[in-house]
């Protein structure tokens, strides 16, 4: 039987309504405007964009003709992705709200939020999703650097008053924490690296590794640095006996690598989390 043909992916194009700076390194950019009623929103909490970024100096006029510019751009001029989850959604008003770590002039996303106004444009792919907490669950247990600080927040946000868990958030410092409204059975529990993230300051690990488990029905969620992903798999399913199946432990990026790198790389043994 003849495959069907994969369904041609939407680029959805929205405008910037405006911007917060949140923390000294997290900037949020509330995007709107008609294509807003376009876009198909899933129902999970780690909804997740791959917003499209292209050289300015090259004038290209978003949403992009992706398989024209194949024919007239070399690829390493071709606009380029980076994935981010989605914050909030506000229906009524319309609006998405995308939180961006920023430090200075690194990367692509982060400077482009940091100097974002209103009016300027912005096209992606998606929602894409895969996780949202279970209501029935006894317990959750959800942990990651900044990079999944927003799929967290809003999964907390979204659990219901009697609800049960452990959120475990690392970042830089006291002054990177943001107010997220838990139910009062959840803690949220902030890790200071007192750095920026590196193998030697990061302690996601190490704090997952002490978090008691109880028996029952208990749904994880951790995301964050490939690496550190990778130790807390092994300790969590190798030597804890933790079941994998319904587990969402994935990495939301690599060290020392730019998304394009970390994204090829899923393709190759170094890229994989899971080890079976």
């Known amino acids: 039987m003849t495959p069907a043909p994969r369904k041609?992916?939407?680029?959805?194009?929205?405008?910037?309504?405006?911007?917060?700076?949140?923390?000294?390194?997290?900037?949020?950019?509330?995007?709107?405007?008609?294509?807003?009623?376009?876009?198909?929103?899933?129902?999970?909490?780690?909804?997740y964009i791959k917003l499209l970024f292209a050289d300015p100096a090259l004038g290209l006029q978003r949403p992009y003709d992706l398989d024209a510019l194949r024919d007239q751009l070399p690829q390493d001029q071709m606009p380029v992705t980076r994935t981010y989850t989605i914050r909030h959604i506000d229906r009524e008003r319309q609006h998405i709200w995308v939180d961006f770590v920023i430090h200075g002039d690194e990367g692509i996303a982060?400077?482009?939020?940091?100097?974002?106004?209103?009016?300027?444009?912005?096209?992606?792919?998606?929602?894409?999703?895969?996780?949202?907490?279970?209501?029935?669950?006894?317990?959750?247990?959800?942990?990651?650097?900044?990079?999944?600080?927003?799929?967290?927040?809003a999964s907390v946000e979204s659990m219901p008053a009697q609800a049960q868990g452990l959120a475990l958030i690392e970042v830089r410092d006291a002054a990177e924490e943001q107010p997220i409204a838990a139910p009062a059975g959840v803690e949220v529990r902030w890790l200071h690296r007192g750095a920026d993230f590196s193998p030697e300051t990061t302690q996601l690990t190490a704090a997952v590794a002490e978090v008691e488990i109880p028996s029952g029905d208990v749904q994880i969620f951790i995301h964050g640095e490939r690496e550190q992903m990778k130790a807390i798999r092994r300790n969590l399913v190798k030597e804890r006996g933790v079941d994998r199946r319904g587990m969402s432990l994935s990495a939301y990026w690599a060290y020392g690598r730019v998304e394009d790198q970390f994204q090829a790389e899923k393709r190759t043994p170094v890229g994989q989390i899971d080890e079976d």
């Open 110 to 153: 982060g400077p482009w939020a940091a100097g974002a106004q209103p009016g300027d444009q912005i096209s992606f792919f998606g929602p894409g999703s895969g996780y949202a907490p279970r209501p029935e669950a006894d317990w959750h247990l959800l942990a990651g650097d900044e990079s999944a600080l927003p799929a967290i927040a």
């Open 8 to 47: 041609p992916r939407r680029q959805h194009l929205l405008t910037v309504q405006h911007t917060e700076h949140l923390t000294p390194h997290m900037v949020r950019v509330v995007l709107g405007g008609d294509g807003f009623s376009g876009i198909e929103f899933k129902e999970d909490t780690d909804q």
